[in-house]
């Protein structure tokens, strides 16, 4: 193996002998010398291999035993006096019969034994060769394997530098390390004499062989390190080494996993030793040398890849390689062999302080003006990933903690700092509320000099002057900042904290929200942290005065538009720094005055072109005006105060010529398209047109132009190119258009990619760590190619306004918006096929927030409005599966997004985002039906199997109510086997299988979902079942002419649902108690909530957009008939208990007072339509409902009390001339019975008609109409019929009408001629004796009107005056006579009392005109009301009482009352003084009554005028026409001039109770309070007005 094949030179035997004659080889040679010489190979010729020595002697004859031990003896001393030692132990066994090795020649005992047999060997040669030498055995044999190991690492052919073996050399050294190994065993090897072997020849050395050394325990990597003196040289070579290794990982070979297991091992061993809490004291040298060259190496390492990371290294470059297999050592598992977590802890910790402090030569203000270009999408996506990864194993709190202590101690590197803090908000949702603020009052004082912070490296923060705890939480660093430079004005708190702030502002609205809206949660307030006193408001604006040089102008803009808030006194610190930062602004040629209405002021980059502005501006103002109908506020603002932009660029944006059309607009065109201004959009001018009927643009114009907020001439020429702008020719628009620059561009490409790669990161579970920088780079190229802000997201104070009749969008923002929903559809199916939604990971919350930006979720919302709500049938299953998890995540972030406003016809309220789905998916047709189960599948099923059971509240909160609630009604509708209770039996599949696959079945699917347990326990929560009054609103939607379910299906289902589901369901879950009143009420009051809507919904182009544009499903009210009926066929109640009033009027009484009074019409007109719903009902139901039925035992009249009350205090409001209509009259009295059939008109009829008479509301109308229901034939005959004396029950009730509620006598008597004959008819049939006495006198008082105006003399008034006097006003009216003087001569002896009534129906008369002029006939009311009073004053009979009437008058006061409507009887003054120049003076001056009536009608009189209702009613009454009977100011002004003369002219008594006028006239008029005071002075002190006696 290792013997010499010829003689040595000089032919000297080495023996002992010769060796002891040579001391100075034993003491001066080294090993690696000796080594050396025994190797050399320069007598290569003389030199020939054991084997080939042995070659020819292997045929040779076997020998005795004696012989065999002579050879053998023989043999050993010829191998001592010529052994080779290193070449010994480098020997390797070669294959099989091809090199004979000294183990197989020695390998006497067997198989097996020859590798301890050879060792053995070995150690006996090196024992002797020590001996010899005069060496320990095991310095020697640590030399011999020192010096073998060196030779095996030079012996590959490659060049340096590496640091790995290769395949041979890693074979040599394996049979090494084993004879080394078996010489620990023999206690024959030292590892410090070893060590200090390798490290004399450490430039041979590779880094493998050393690892391996560790890995075969041999030397440790801590032995090998300590044993080196020079800690710097041991530093310098482990980490040149370490490079090497870090590029060679990365590099394509097939020793990757060698090298991965090598880099680990060092790390963990750097790790273990640089960062233990507890040194190691078994070590030979100091644990704190040990310590520092493992940090030392550690810290060389990131230095070096930070360096390259700064210096900008390609992508694919050995040194980008390099720093990637650097950083990715910081992965958590690579840890995982460290028992203790402390460690790798405290070496994160270490390097994130490391990297924060990398290099600090950037001072304050170089990251003030350059931190724009530090955010998580522009930081090197090696530096991200190493903050993530440093994230990791530290909490939020433990993060936040240490980046304050850092920035406290020591200098930073501000670029390191602020991507940190990017990140850190990015990736760690817990830490999002980093820059959340709490306002304080706090205290201040003297502020400091920033200039010098500004232009130097950042000053450090004592930790003690922050006081507060090691690790502050992160939702109030910022705040803990801000309070503490108040406190002590501390420039360096100040400029962190504003930094911090910006920085995480950047990050956009999944992150944080812009810095306007940070700025005033800090500033904006009475309780801002500047609050405390002066001295703070002169710290916050010295502060932001000096960073005025450096701020970008949108910064400024913020300052400017949204300042702080300052007390008045201190008004000029403000206005001082105005002027500075625009100022500034101006240097760099930004103008304020040019800013946009609408501008985002959360940006930090450049600022928009102010006529690309103004085209967003124009949409925008556009927008609002639809939604309010009144000018924007901004706009006005901008007229007045930014004048400069409002003409520059505002109006002519808003008056871009739009051809004139001359045809009618196709139908379902919409409002026409909108000009753009030139330049701006891609189109030509020539495709917009002003439409027929003004759009909302047109509109907004006409508006502007009245306010005279846009200049004539500019009009004059808008509508003059207007009118010919359509005659240019198309090609010169054409080439204008392509002259002039776009203020966009489609920078569609990098979107699209970045959206590509987030599909690979989705669907490869081992990329999802890249997930969240991925939704960063989406972000950034998002605000590209929509033209966003950094920080676009402050939806404070702005919520989304949506039409959802015709929601509008650019066509740019379809184009993104289609993609990026295209994307997020495409991604979710494809993560399913891999994944169920829990374990797809948070990529598409994060997708969502991205989307939520403030200018892009409008455009989002609307696109989903048409994709839903217009284009639903056209939608594939991906899409709608996509779409519903969309909705899902978009109700996870509801409590960042803003209401949306949407617009007519639905409700003009504030909607969360989650709740617009409810508005979009309707349920009135089959087809919308359909894709409302489809979508309300998809949403629920993606919903309970995204969030775990542990988790199910945010599934809750993320589903609208409204969205479960249609699912089970319409699984209800449509499946009949869901209606019986479900068999539990049959374990469900997982409701989201069947959504993913290619040919979805949404029956199954929905019957799935519908037989899960967790969608049961989902239903238990409060608000999402379905409940009889949910079942009810979206019943009533469904249209039957184009339902899914057939008339006879359809009443099946009804039954089903009332009778069987909801009447016998507890309360508790929204069921009846099987009370069919209650079910009844119930639906009646759904009803009148969904005509209502219907109603004031139903007013757009194309009904079939609208919400209330349905007409209703007319089944449900034939329902309510039926159930009526049922009721009405129930048994009587038990014993002599009192009668319970009707359910319907406790429905309509709970609803009328809910509604607000007033005397504005929109209170009125509410009220008005609310009545009216009333009163259809009540049409459509049985008259017993009005008259309910005596006991046949009893001699009672029918309980009519509800009625009588809804009649006084409702109905009478809204009667006409002292009467009802006709339809609710004749109800009342009605005889006739009303055929079977679903009243349909109740839901489809016009307003105005009645349910079951379609004919005006004053007039009969015809008798019977075959769409009302089943009805019992009752009315008040009838009911009186039931009774033992049926002439009697209808007297007592016609008596208590006389005082409870004259309104139905009166309004009996306007009807008398239609009512007659239908009374006398139904009589006859229950009852052979005349009519009732009541009856009669209604009979005979209509006679005698009719009487007066007959030539023959006029009978006696047959019953009470004011029931004559009614009928006789009626009658006159119908006449149409030009003059009544001779009828009211008629009534000379028939009593002053029925003038008197007279002439106050005549009155309400007169206002009936002003307020309906149509209720006037061809004798003006105001003459007869001149005629009647002209009677009444020659005949000497006091009229005034009529104006002084109160309700709590007894008798006839109280009736006539009850006969006026209220807002009548409040415009008797108006009335009053109508009637002046028909007034006796003289007469009038006589009653003690006169001037408290005048001056108290003046004052009133007074009180409308200022209120302005004078003038609604002489609108109302002439057509604007204010001169046909007087307006109302000379009617005023006249009757100050009739109370200025009368005043002095009236008897002392009449100043009795003029006290209280005069407190009541000091505000209204002076001058007659004056002399109201005069005249009093003059009657208490009459001597001061007589002339002195003088004699």
Known sequence: MGARACPRPMGRKRGPESERRRPWLVRDMSASQALGAASDLGQGGCRRAWVELLAGRVKRQKLGPEGEQKVRESAVRLLRSHLNLGDLVLEVEGPPGKQLCLSRLIDYDGPGAHIDLSSSLIGSALRDQAAQLGVPAAVLCSQVVASGLVRVCEADAVPPPKVLLTPDQRKKLSSLFEIAQNLLAQSMFSRLSFCQELWKVQNSLLLEAVWRLHVQSIVSLQELLESHADSQAVVAWLSRDLRLLCEQTEAPCKHADVARAMLADFVQMLVSRGFQKNADVRGTVDPEWMSQVAVAVLERMLASALEALAAGIQEGSAAHKAVSCWFGVFSGHMYGSIISTESPKRFFCHTLTQILTHKPVLKVSDAVQMQREWSFARTPPLLSGLYRRLFVILSPEELVGHLQEVLETQE????????????????????????????????????????????????RVPAARLRVGRHPGPEDWVSRLLTHAFESCDLDSMVLAFLVARQAALEGPAAFPSYAAWFQAAFGSA??????????????????????????????????????????????LLTDYVALARTRLADLKVSVENMGLYEDLSSAGDVTEPRCQAAQDVEKAIMVFEHTGKIPAAVLEASIFRRSYYLSHFLPALLTPRVVSTRRRERGAGSAERGVPVGVSPKSCLSSQLPRVPDSRAALIESLRRADKIPPSLYSTYRQACSTVGEKKPEDAASQREVEPSCKEEPLGLLTTALRELRASVTDPTQRDALLAQMAVISEQLRSALGLGEDDSDFEGAPVQLSVRAPKLQPW?????????????????????????????????????????????PALLSRLCQLLHHQGPSLSASHVVGLAALAVHLGESRSALPEVHVGPPTPARGLPVPELFDILLPCRTQESSALCLKFCTAAISYSLCKFSPQSRDISYSCLSPGLIK?????????????????????????????????????????????????LRELLKQEGLHLTYRDWLQLELEIQPEVDSLSDTERQDFHQWAIHQHFLPAPSATGGCDGDLEVACATLVDVLMDFCQSSRSYDHSENSDLVLGGCTGNRDIFSRLQEMAADLEQGPAPL??????????????????????????????????????????????LPPSVLVGSPRLEQLAAPDCDDFFHLVNSELRNFSHDGALTHDITAHFFRVISFPSAPPASLLTQTPGLGPCVRGSSRGPGPRANPACGRVSPQGLLNACSRSRDPSLAADLTLTACQTQCPLLLTSALLWWPHLEPELHRRWRRCSQSPLPAELRRLQEARHFARSVLSPLAAPPTPGPAWLCAAALHFVIRRAGKESIRWELGQLDGQGEELLVFLFFFSLMGLLSSHLTPQAAGSLKPLDVCAEVLGCLQRKRVSWLPLFQLTETD????????????????????????????YFDEDALLQEDAFLHVAVNMYLKLVGLFVAGETGAVWTLAHGGDLQAQGDPVSLITNARLFLLQSIPRCPKRSFSDVAELLGASADCDPEVRAALLSRQQAVLDPDLYQAPRLF
């Open 1450 to 1477: 007894a008798g006839l006061g109280r009736t006539l009352l009850r006969l006026a409507p209220d807002h009548q009887v409040r415009l008797l003054p108006l009335a009053f003084y109508s009637l002046l120049s």
């Open 813 to 857: 923002e379809q184009r993104v918006v289609d993609l990026l929903l295209t994307s997020f559809c495409q991604n979710l199916m494809a993560a399913s096929s891999v994944a169920p939604p829990d374990r797809q990971g948070p990529w598409a919350a994060h997708f969502v927030r991205t989307l939520c930006r403030r200018r892009l979720l």
């Open 1135 to 1180: 014993g002599h208990a009192a009668p319970r009033g009707h359910f319907l009027f406790g429905v309509f009484c709970r609803r009328l007072q809910a509604l607000a009074r007033g005397w504005d019409v929109a209170s009125r007109l509410q009220r008005q339509q609310e009545l009216l719903m009333c009163k259809r009902i009540l049409l459509g």
């Open 527 to 572: 309780r801002g942290f500047h609050g405390s006193s002066k001295k703070a408001l002169v710290f916050l604006f010295k502060f932001l005065s000096d960073l005025v040089p450096f701020e970008a102008p949108r910064y400024l803009q913020v300052h400017i538009l949204h300042p702080p808030l300052v007390p008045s006194k201190y008004r000029t």
């Open 966 to 1014: 249609k699912f089970q009604f319409m699984v209800f509708r449509w499946f009949s086997e869901a209606r019986d209770p479900p068999s539990w039996e049959d374990p469900a599949s997982s409701p989201w299988r069947p959504l993913c696959l290619p040919s979805v079945d949404w029956q199954r699917a929905a019957l799935c979902l519908w037989k899960q347990r967790t």
């Open 412 to 459: 930073v590197n501000w670029q390191h700092v602020l991507s940190c803090v990017s990140t850190l908000v990015i990736c760690l949702p817990d830490a999002q509320q980093l820059v959340n603020v709490r306002i304080e009052a706090l205290p201040a004082y003297p502020a400091g000099a920033l200039w010098t912070a500004l232009c130097c490296r950042p000053a």
